[in-house]
């Protein structure tokens, strides 16, 4: 059974950064994607990041690109999410989610992954 436990979530101020960290159990592939979406409150869930578990390629929303780092340490199935200069309108819950079987034909949509991690708060004030 794949689970995704997330955690490093926390309240900071903007400019500050958080680190958050995605534990993977059950699920050791290459050919998937592993990626990081996010909810702010009254809002849809929304796409910020993924990397391919089978090589370096990685993917931003524009809203964070130059800001977040995604990374992923494969000896300690453990996916990154290093989040810098955050804003108050990175203020949301964030959830970490794997797409199995894409061989690097990593998507944005939610409905393109099939395993999701229960997520941690981020809380970015003014």
């Known amino acids: 059974q794949v689970q995704l436990v997330e955690s490093g979530g926390g309240s900071v101020q903007a400019g500050g950064s958080l680190r958050l960290s995605c534990v993977v159990s059950?699920?050791?592939?290459?050919?998937?994607?592993m990626g990081w979406f996010h909810q702010a409150p009254g809002k849809g869930l929304d796409w910020v990041s993924t990397?391919?578990?089978?090589?370096?390629?990685?993917y931003y929303a524009d809203s964070v690109k130059g800001r977040f780092t995604i990374s992923l340490d494969n000896a300690k199935n453990t996916l990154y999410l290093q989040m810098n200069s955050l804003k108050p309108e990175d203020t949301a819950m964030y959830y970490c989610?794997?797409?199995?079987?894409?061989?690097?034909?990593?998507?944005?949509?939610?409905?393109?992954?099939?395993?999701w991690g229960r997520g941690t708060q981020v809380t970015v004030s003014s």
């Open positions: 059950g699920y050791t592939s290459s050919s998937g994607c």
């Open positions: 989610a794997v797409a199995v079987g894409r061989y690097g034909a990593c998507g944005t949509a939610p409905n393109e992954y099939n395993y």
């Open positions: 990397i391919w578990s089978g090589g370096d390629d990685t």
